[in-house]
């Protein structure tokens, strides 16, 4: 069963939790099948259960509803179970009765709604409010967008609202009065009566400086200075490790927009450190102290832009014992974020001069950091030991060796869908989650354009805005507000963003904007070369490559009649190819040519036939390489165009991946792929794939969901069945999704309902991620050495957790599951390894595969039946692993 959200709620033997709907779990068993509630909150009393759907408040007698709701429950699964079984029948006769039996269910289901309704509701009230929800008294109490309402709990009778700012999130009672927090960072007080005092009152820091004015003062002031001109990190995340009494933290707040984390292991000084930093306002809203040891550091990878010691600048001593300096520093450095983070610490001469502790010698400093031998740690290529001022240490650390980008749509100029990026392979867990979320981003449905990724940088477009994320700590770098900034309908239309190292670039209208990757700045502008006759164009495809900015001249969504390159730093037009009628998503860029289908050709479409010119031209000089007529016929609509290697792929990129009805019963098997050489655009292969969406290149393969096929042959690629040992053809059987596939040299990344990947080097099947929706097209990138997936299931009623972007990193611990797919005979058996009652299938450290019994519910999955007999009070389970330790 799929729950979302956070809500819990705990009433005698049950746990009600769920997003769409709420469900009764038993506490000890976390089984269900007690109750079910069709809504989004939820009160329970001795003999009433209160809740919110969205659209009404009403109140259920507990006995006869938790009885007819599980009535209702099973008839639902059962219309469920009959759906799918018709989707996957092909004959007549068998749908014919599928149908008759589901209509016998819809009627049972109807009286069921009907008996509900009669007996089981005491009372319902019109009410669209569905954010919180408590009881005090006589009175429910319920928040939701700009109101907050109480009701009468015997009755239902509303008896009083008052509008607030914001979605009421929060509700609480005490000494008779009601208190609302809002998301818009108000707090409400309100009296029996619903009556709010109309004053508004702004809390005020009680004490501005809450240091003494003494001789460290201006000791702390001048270094907090010279951190931030010598660095230039003022936004984002500080660690100060050795944080004292927060001194240092409080001046770097004052001079920066940064987030501070100060740790110190004394409690006293954490303690003071607190006080302090409260009385300036700063506690808990920009500056937070955590108390204990410096080893291991308490934070994530990555987390920090800048990390400075006061403890350092005052004592002079390196931090830590003598034996554990070395771990210190590598500790530290394991936290610094890559692609621009600093440490600077050290000790002023001032402090020397003040005599606050011992003098702090340069090649103590080079001493520490040669033992720790930090050139070792991705991303240190040295330090730097300054004597100017006192004695510092500089520290910057560089992109990760291996980490790659995802630099337009399709990951690159090639279109592959697979990034460069080495550095990201299973297991991968949970780096950070937070913005963007749902409320600027296009309706999935819409499938926006991908999000790109470079230099330690995400890019988000929404609805005519255009955000940037650190893509290792998650702080929102800047949002720029612009009118046609929005790309709806990406595998018909092709993206319209590309980015590289320094830019981004954003086709908008008859226009281009490069922007400034590290400020949102617009750089430049570039305008359409002149068109022939002075028709209407708009700018279509964008790419970067080599210094030049490719384009296209659109005449209607998704489609251009000519293309053309302009020179990215000066704005001069290289050259312009005047063509017919050229999709966006049929270009793309490789080995010093771009390549490109024109469709209108003498001949060419009709409604059996699918005829195009397949162009080749020099991408500096624009000239003509080869052309050759290709049959494209069924490699679509819409037709896409990848390069990879020395070949040229077309597919198609077809509607959702819902549809294993028509999958199992044939429909998609005319689907196509042709591949032609890139060197001269001779055949090397067609072949009808049967797959559900747009494909992708990972190497030599070609994975054309479910199947995959080798680049150069076209034959399906093989893999040991782990049961007989025999190759067989590689199978990818996911839940229910909608867009593409996307992936990395070692992953692929996917929505099986939920977040999922496939772990491309152990081969397990399909791992799953719960909570999280992955969108309707390509939203999972693999850039930066991490799994960036930024929201984009806007609009989705799903009872998902996580209405968020989430980012993974890989580690070194697996948790997870897959679920290994074939139909492949599993006879003759010549190793059958089984995990009895486990969630999914795993490899052990020698390669094998355990396969979990029962098995798994997911299309094309490898099945077997055991006939497994149970003593009655036997049956499968499961346990955590992470929470069992086992002696011996």
């Known amino acids: 069963y799929l729950f979302g959200g956070c809500y819990a709620l705990l009433a005698d033997d049950h746990l009600y939790s769920g997003g769409r709907e709420v469900v009764a779990l038993d506490r000890k068993t976390g089984g269900t099948g007690f109750a079910w509630f069709p809504g989004r909150r939820l009160l329970v009393t001795a003999d009433t259960s209160y809740m919110l759907t969205g659209k009404e408040l009403m109140a259920l007698d507990r006995s006869i509803y938790a009885e007819a709701s599980r009535k209702r429950f099973s008839l639902i699964e059962e219309r469920l179970r009959l759906s799918n079984e018709m989707n996957r029948a092909k004959e007549p006769e068998k749908r014919k009765e599928l149908k008759r039996q589901l209509e016998e269910v819809n009627g049972e289901l109807k009286k069921?709604?009907?008996?509900?309704?009669?007996?089981?509701?005491?009372?319902?009230?019109?009410?669209?409010?569905?954010?919180?929800?408590?009881?005090?008294g006589d009175l429910i109490l319920v928040g939701g967008e700009g109101e907050v309402i109480a009701v009468d709990a015997l009755t239902g009778r509303k008896t009083w609202s008052h509008e607030v700012e914001g979605e009421a999130k929060g509700l609480a009672t005490a000494n008779g009065r009601l208190f609302v927090s809002t998301d818009e960072g108000y707090i409400y007080c309100f009296n029996g009566k619903g009556l709010s005092s109309p004053e508004r009152v702004n809390v005020q820091p009680t004490e501005p400086e809450p240091y003494p004015e003494d001789e460290l003062t201006s000791l702390y002031r001048e270094t907090a200075e010279r951190i931030v001109r010598e660095t230039g990190v003022t936004k984002g995340y500080c660690l100060v490790f050795g944080c004292g009494e927060g001194r240092l933290a409080y001046e770097l707040a004052k001079r920066t927009r940064l987030k501070i984390y100060g740790i110190e292991p004394d409690r006293r000084k954490a303690e003071r450190a607190r006080e302090a930093l409260d009385r300036a306002g700063l506690y808990g809203v920009r500056v937070s102290v955590d108390q204990g040891p410096l080893l291991p550091l308490p934070y994530p990878d990555y987390f920090a832009?800048?990390?400075?010691?006061?403890?350092?600048?005052?004592?002079?001593?390196?931090?830590g014992s003598k034996e554990k300096r070395v771990e210190l520093i590598r500790e530290i450095c394991r936290v610094l974020k890559p692609c621009g983070g600093v440490i600077y610490i050290g000790q002023p001469e001032k402090a020397v001069m003040l005599r606050t502790g011992r003098r702090l010698?340069?090649?103590?400093?080079?001493?520490?950091?040669?033992?720790?031998?930090?050139?070792?740690?991705?991303?240190?290529n040295g330090f730097q030991v300054l004597e100017n001022g006192g004695v510092w240490l500089r520290i910057d650390r560089s992109s990760l060796p291996g980490a790659g980008g995802w630099t337009q749509q399709y990951a690159n100029p090639g279109n592959t869908a697979c990034s460069d990026d080495e550095l990201v392979r299973y297991p991968l867990d949970l780096l950070w989650f937070g913005e963007p979320g749902p409320t600027r981003m296009l309706s999935r449905h819409a499938k926006g354009i991908a999000p790109l990724s470079i230099n330690g940088r995400f890019f988000v477009e929404g609805e005519n805005v255009i955000m940037a994320y650190d893509a290792y700590n998650g702080t929102k770098l800047w949002e720029r507000d612009i009118e046609g900034a929005i790309c709806p309908g990406v595998p018909h239309r092709g993206g319209n963003m590309a980015c590289d190292e320094e830019s981004l670039f954003v086709a908008i209208g008859d226009r281009c904007l490069r922007l400034s990757a590290k400020t949102g700045e617009i750089l430049r502008t570039y305008s359409l070369p002149p068109i022939p006759e002075g028709k209407p164009r708009s700018w279509g495809y964008v790419s970067v490559v080599d210094g030049l900015l490719f384009g296209s001249t659109s005449f209607r969504s998704g489609r251009s009649d000519g293309l053309f390159a302009v020179d990215k730093g000066s704005g001069e037009l290289r050259w312009v190819y005047r063509g017919g009628s050229i999709e966006h998503n049929a270009i793309a860029v490789g080995d010093g040519r771009i390549f490109f289908a024109d469709s209108e050709i003498a001949g060419g479409k009709s409604a059996r036939s699918d005829i195009r010119k397949v162009v080749a031209l020099d991408a500096k000089s624009g000239e003509v390489v080869w052309q050759e007529v290709a049959d494209l016929t069924d490699c679509g609509p819409p037709v896409h165009l990848m390069y990879h290697d020395g070949?040229?792929?077309?597919?198609?990129?077809?509607?959702?991946?819902h549809y294993w009805g028509h999958f199992f019963r044939g429909e998609l098997a005319g689907r196509r792929i042709t591949v032609l050489s890139a060197k001269d655009g001779k055949l090397v292969w067609s072949r009808p794939c049967n797959y559900f969406t747009r494909p992708l290149v990972v190497g030599n393969t070609i994975y054309a969901d479910p199947w995959a096929y080798d680049l150069k042959t076209g034959e399906k690629v093989r893999h040991p069945h782990p049961i007989t040992g025999e190759p067989v053809p590689f199978e990818l059987g996911r839940g229910h999704h909608c867009g593409p596939l996307s992936a990395c040299p070692h992953c692929l990344l996917m929505r099986s309902l939920v977040t999922a990947f496939y772990d491309l080097e152990r081969d397990s099947g399909v791992i799953h991620f719960g909570g999280q929706r992955p969108g309707c097209c390509i939203n999972m990138i693999a850039a930066n050495g991490l799994?960036?997936?930024?929201?984009?299931?806007?609009?989705?009623?799903?009872?998902?957790?996580?209405?968020?972007?989430?980012?993974?990193?890989?580690?070194?611990?697996?948790?997870?599951?897959?679920?290994?797919?074939?139909?492949?005979?599993?006879?003759?058996?010549?190793?059958?390894?089984?995990?009895?009652?486990?969630?999914?299938?795993?490899?052990?450290?020698?390669?094998?595969?355990?396969?979990?019994?029962?098995?798994?519910?997911?299309?094309?999955?490898?099945?077997?039946?055991?006939?497994?007999?149970?003593?009655?009070?036997?049956?499968y389970f499961m346990t955590n692993p992470q929470d069992v330790k086992i002696k011996g």
């Open 112 to 136: 069921i709604e009907e008996y509900i309704t009669q007996n089981a509701i005491k009372w319902k009230l019109p009410c669209e409010l569905s954010s919180s929800m408590i009881k005090a």
């Open 647 to 657: 070949f040229l792929i077309f597919c198609g990129s077809f509607s959702d991946g």
């Open 361 to 380: 010698k340069a090649m103590e400093l080079r001493g520490w950091l040669y033992a720790a031998k930090i050139t070792d740690l991705p991303g240190f």
């Open 787 to 875: 799994l960036i997936e930024p929201e984009a299931s806007s609009g989705c009623v799903c009872p998902f957790s996580l209405y968020s972007t989430v980012v993974f990193e890989p580690r070194d611990v697996d948790r997870g599951w897959g679920m290994f797919c074939s139909t492949a005979p599993i006879t003759p058996a010549r190793h059958f390894a089984i995990n009895l009652g486990a969630p999914g299938d795993r490899r052990d450290k020698d390669g094998t595969l355990w396969l979990s019994y029962p098995r798994p519910s997911i299309p094309l999955v490898l099945k077997f039946d055991l006939k497994t007999d149970f003593l009655p009070g036997f049956g």
């Open 305 to 319: 832009d800048l990390i400075v010691s006061d403890d350092m600048l005052i004592s002079g001593r390196i931090p």
